[in-house]
């Protein structure tokens, strides 16, 4: 049973015939009550929850008292994606039966629940901000802003082809939550920030280790301690399955009819949501007239420079929001 609020969705089906006769929809909402100011809502990336800020939280330094998006001024509110395992023992069984687009589907019946007709702003991250991305398509008129930090509107050939390799080593290791980490972190930083961080240096107290092997050991560690493995092969799925154009025309024939202002925020040295591609949306938005921004942070530190470079994404943030 969960800890946190929840709302109960009966009978929901996936795009794929998946049913489920209940899911509990966890939540928690930061600073101002809901109807007492204007709503920002926040999507988690693969490895993280509801907690957006506060003790433990995993973007202080973006939410929170002061912060660009400021819970002395907006109300924020987040989903838990059902089955991160995250205070509470609900997990998904078969997470081939998910897509991004039936997470999006659920924090719409979560929006409609809590009787909110409008949100000011909808940020995702990563894997969240593909979901995001799902969401203004199904909604095109329930939210004023879409930020999309370090993420895209569809699963690259690049993206799915990195699922598949985490696929196969959380089928086929004896640790697969913490192999799995060991080759997702190469995904998420650059052999620059690595050159930068370890030098080539050595673990003295783990010779003859070398600190970028001791650190990725950590990262594999420390992951084993808090997720679950239906949890990663659930999110694992989502990442490799966000497009927006599925079963539609085209990506501009979605947003023909989406009346949200866009704002991308890339990264130079992003290898896995590459900033082509960023770049690549931004100009047929603009082509098509659409109210839309692009950003670019600059970084050596790839994929997660959006938890890493706090000054200038909250320059980003307070030009946008």
């Known amino acids: 049973m969960s800890s946190l609020p929840y709302i109960e969705i009966s009978n929901f089906e996936t795009l794929s015939g998946g049913k489920y006769p209940k899911i509990h929809l966890q939540y928690q909402v930061f600073g101002k009550k809901l109807g007492d100011a204007p709503l920002i809502v926040v999507n988690h990336a693969l490895t993280g929850n509801s907690q957006v800020t506060g ?21 924020v509110l987040v989903f838990d994606i059902p ?14 039966e998910w897509i991004a687009r039936d997470v999006a589907r659920l924090f719409l019946l979560g929006l409609k629940a809590l009787h909110i007709e409008q949100v000011f702003a909808l940020v995702g991250n990563s894997v969240g901000g593909g979901i995001a991305w799902e969401m203004i398509a199904l909604a095109p008129n329930l939210f004023s802003h879409l930020i999309a930090v370090a993420t895209d509107w569809k699963s690259s050939d690049w993206i799915i082809a990195n699922s598949l390799v985490q696929e196969s080593i959380l089928q086929n290791s004896a640790n697969p939550l913490h192999d799995a980490r060991l080759h997702a972190m190469l995904c ?35 992951l084993e301690k808090r997720f679950t493995l239906s949890a990663y092969k659930l999110m694992n799925q989502l990442v490799k399955t ?35 591609e960023n770049r690549q949306t931004y100009a047929v938005l603009q082509k098509m007239g659409k109210k839309s921004t692009y950003h670019e942070i600059d970084s050596i530190h790839g994929h997660d420079a959006f938890l890493i470079e706090y000054q200038q994404l909250d320059k ?3 030009t946008i929001i």
Not at 69 to 74: F, K, R
Not at 264 to 272: K, P, Q
């Open 242 to 276: 966000i497009d927006i154009a599925e079963g539609r025309t085209s990506f501009e024939s979605v947003m023909k009819d989406v009346q949200t202002e866009i704002h991308i925020i890339g990264t130079n040295s992003d290898l896995y949501f590459v900033p082509e």
């Open 188 to 222: 998420y930083r650059s052999p620059q920030s690595f050159k930068m961080k370890f030098e080539r240096s050595f673990n003295l107290e783990k010779l003859p280790l070398r600190n970028v092997e001791t650190w990725l050991l950590h990262h594999g560690e420390k």
């Open 55 to 75: 003790e433990n939280g995993w973007w202080n330094e973006a939410v929170g008292k002061g912060r660009p998006i400021d819970t002395e001024q907006y109300s």
């Open 316 to 318: 980003i943030l307070r």
């Open 83 to 96: 089955g991160n395992g995250y205070k509470n023992s609900f997990f998904i069984e078969n997470p081939e």
